[in-house]
């Protein structure tokens, strides 16, 4: 053991450590790797943790991307705790100036703790970094510094932080929205409402979590709710207000009697502004903010429920809303989200007054900027051993517009695609040579960013087809007569102007356009026709494969989802050993994922709906293989088939965007 008093290895002079003689030898050992600046001892939610802060020294930070200090918790109890975690999150708000906030290093009795840690990563893709450890391990001579260094290895190079494709739900991996979410804060602080749209995955969500975090951090209240859900919008008006109050009460563990009864569509109004007064008096009279993300699904004319999407229920929810926010201003206060402003800029639903119409000024969410690109892809990349030369952020922006989700996308391709040792750098020459590949994998992923303009506001997603197709002269003409849209797709960031001139930022975007008018006219050959109808019945089987793995493992957990995939698949052979990915993927035809997903309907029913339909399209889609046996199909067949298309892409997509 030593103390030292350089900054890169060793303990600072002077500097008491907690805990017990073991955790004392355990600093002394990372002392041989890192720099030890501080010690404490915490107790938090009934439990003792002892924690140090490592300084890296100009290796570790060279190989890691450990600019900061390094916190380092003991964790004293045989079973590991999920609960740590919030201990490690609170010391890293109290500390977020000084420590990274990405990685973590953890020494657990728990001899099992790498398992669980793996198991942790697997169930949240946006978790911190964490390096595990066990006490065991130091026993002796303890570990080696290239033990540790080995250890750090594992668990910074084999996770891919780029591939992270749900909203994400802490602070780690959130580039370039800080001003934004603090906008909607401030607004929030003076009782103001908010709008947030955009291109679908461009953040949106991710940055209405991040809200929700500021507003508790700064002891505000807030509930989310996504209307996507079907126990939202397959709900009467009326319904939602009730769940908005009950929402509330659970988040915030309220003593709070509710009456469902009451909130019919006689006396709902009433009861919800009782109940909402009360709420607000119980949490010590803080403003509400109600978010209501995925606004589309309750909106007139985009909804899938028809109480909605005529115009009733929406009308009756807003004017609830707007009648007793006017009575009340500092009583609560809303944030829509969703794909476009229309819900608050057309005056009349139904010869009636829109509610909301000027009640809110849109906020689109911006694509990145070349410095976001870097600082986002820049960051990630280097807690995985990624160094990417500099015209590559420029490149990537260029070519995918700034679309952060599109990006991280193709930097995970990049990544896969790295064998050799790490840190490594990835050139520009690298990226050249492989984008075409690229391209080619986030087909799907831009086909999804699409789809909703295409299916929800089709008129948009036209004029950038004429765009596309016929040029600026044509697109001009057209600027009168669709000003609104124009004004939607530059919001977005997908349509510039440039002296009169008009332009697709998202290269990837105008590529896909280009790709799909050209699939489209082949529908008149036969060999188009064929190419057509494998390529979407292809695309909706693995699809189907990726919804059945996601909703099965998260219904009943892998163990038993692999067991009903293999009781619904034909072909055993050799299956013995496959990973349930393999299985599926390999041995499934797709008639069984027909019939599986049949048998597991209740699991299902949220995504598809309508049972007979499903069954129907299904069955027709395997039918028609004439690609498969080179026949001929008549016109009303062929029509049948792509309306089936349609219906299957449409619901799959809502569950994977």
């Excluded at 009730?242 to 563990?253: A, D, G, H, R």
């Excluded at 293999?566 to 390999?586: F, V």
Aim: proline content about 2%.
């Amino acid at each position: 053991m030593f103390n030292a008093t350089h900054s890169h290895r060793g303990i600072k002079k002077g500097l008491d450590i907690k805990g017990s003689s073991q955790e004392v030898n355990i600093v002394y050992k990372f002392s041989e790797v890192f720099f030890v600046t501080f010690s404490r001892e915490s107790r938090f939610k009934n439990s003792e943790y002892n924690f140090v802060f490592l300084k890296p020294d100009s290796i570790f930070k060279e190989k890691f991307n450990l600019s900061n200090e390094v916190l380092l918790l003991f964790s004293n109890y045989e079973e590991f705790d999920t609960r740590t975690m919030d201990f490690v999150d609170k010391t890293l708000q109290e500390f977020d100036n000084r420590l990274d906030k990405v990685c973590i290093l953890l020494v657990s009795k728990d001899p099992k703790i790498e398992l669980k840690i793996e198991k942790l990563n697997n169930d949240n893709k946006d978790s911190k970094i964490v390096v595990p450890f066990t006490y065991k391990e130091f026993e002796g001579t303890g570990l080696s510094v290239n033990s540790i260094e080995n250890r750090f290895r594992k668990y910074f190079y084999n996770r891919d932080l780029f591939a992270l494709e749900s909203p994400l739900k802490n602070d780690a991996y959130f580039f370039g929205r800080n001003k934004v979410v603090q906008n909607f804060y401030d607004k929030y602080s003076l009782g103001e409402h908010s709008g947030l749209f955009g291109l679908r995955k461009i953040g949106k969500t991710s940055v209405l979590f991040s809200l929700e975090r500021l507003i508790k951090l700064r002891n505000g209240i807030s509930i989310y709710l996504d209307c996507q859900n079907t126990s939202i919008n397959k709900s009467e008006w009326y319904e939602l207000l009730f769940i908005i109050i009950n929402s509330l009460k659970e988040k915030y563990n309220l003593d709070l009697e509710i009456n469902r009864s009451e909130y019919n569509s006689r006396f709902a109004s009433e009861s919800f502004e009782k109940d909402l007064k009360s709420i607000y008096h119980l949490l010590g009279e803080r403003r509400i903010l109600i978010i209501l993300d995925e606004i589309e699904h309750i909106s007139f004319s985009t909804s899938v429920s028809d109480h909605w999407a005529s115009g009733k229920s929406y009308l009756d929810f807003w004017q609830t809303i707007r009648a007793i926010y006017h009575k009340n201003e500092d009583l609560f206060s809303f944030i829509i989200a969703g794909v476009n402003p229309l819900c608050v800029e057309e005056p009349l639903v139904n010869g009636f007054d829109n509610p909301i119409f000027s009640m809110i000024k849109p906020t689109y969410l911006n694509l990145f900027t070349v410095d976001n690109v870097k600082q986002m892809v820049g960051n990630i990349g280097h807690y995985m051993g990624l160094h990417f030369e500099e015209e590559i952020y420029t490149y990537l922006t260029e070519d995918y517009g700034g679309h952060p989700f599109l990006i991280r996308q193709v930097c995970s391709l990049i990544n896969e695609s790295v064998t050799h040792r790490r840190p490594t750098t990835i050139t520009k020459y690298m990226y050249k040579r492989d984008k075409k590949e690229y391209d080619l994998k986030i087909h799907e992923y831009i086909q999804l960013i699409l789809s909703i303009l295409n299916r929800w506001y089709p008129q948009e997603y036209k004029l950038l087809e004429e765009l596309v197709i016929n040029g600026n002269n044509e697109f001009r003409t057209r600027f009168g007569d669709y000003e609104k849209i124009i004004k939607h797709l530059k919001g977005y960031g997908i349509l510039k102007e440039d002296n009169g001139e008009y332009f697709i930022t998202i290269d990837a975007i105008k590529k896909y356009i280009q790709s799909n008018v050209k699939r489209r006219e082949n529908l008149s050959t036969k060999e188009g026709m064929w190419k057509e109808v494998s390529v979407r019945r292809n695309t909706i089987e693995e699809k189907l494969r990726k919804i059945i793995l996601i909703s099965l493992s998260s219904k009943y957990g892998p163990k038993r989802a692999r067991e009903l995939i293999i009781q619904h698949t034909r072909n055993k052979d050799k299956i013995d050993g496959l990973k349930i990915q393999e299985i599926i993927s390999e041995k499934m035809y797709f008639r069984e994922l027909k019939d599986l997903i049949l048998k597991e309907w209740t699991v299902f029913n949220n995504i598809f709906h309508e049972k007979e339909k499903f069954m129907i399209f299904v069955d027709f889609i395997n039918k028609m293989r004439i690609d498969a046996h080179a026949k001929d199909i008549d016109e009303s067949d062929l029509a049948i088939l792509l309306i089936s298309f349609k219906w299957l892409e449409e619901k799959i997509d809502d569950v994977l965007i």
